[in-house]
């Protein structure tokens, strides 16, 4: 489940890092994650750990959902498009 986590949140971290050229962005937004990607598993009573947090099912239609924002965004809205 980490894996298929980590693929998926590489192009929103790749985003983050290219849209503000610099690194730090992309690390602060890497710390921010593994900061609070715990407490959706201390606040959810129940269910098991294919199906609740940001490793499980939810987390990942969450960043899918979010690639395909960030790639609408870049195409039709950024002034500047990096895709």
Do not use: Q
């Not at 990607?37 to 009573?45: A, D, P, Q, R, T």
Request: glycine letters at 12%; zero cysteines; hydrophobic letters at 55%.
């Amino acid at each position: 489940m980490m894996i298929i986590f980590t693929l998926l949140l590489s192009p929103i971290i790749s985003y983050v890092r290219l849209k503000a050229n610099s690194v730090i962005a992309a690390a602060i937004m890497h710390g921010s994650i593994n900061g609070t990607l715990g407490l959706s598993i201390i606040v959810i009573k129940g269910g098991n750990d294919l199906t609740v947090g940001g490793t499980g099912l939810s987390g990942f239609i969450v960043l899918v959902i979010t690639i395909i924002g960030l790639f609408v965004y870049d195409r039709a809205f950024a002034k500047e498009s990096i895709m």
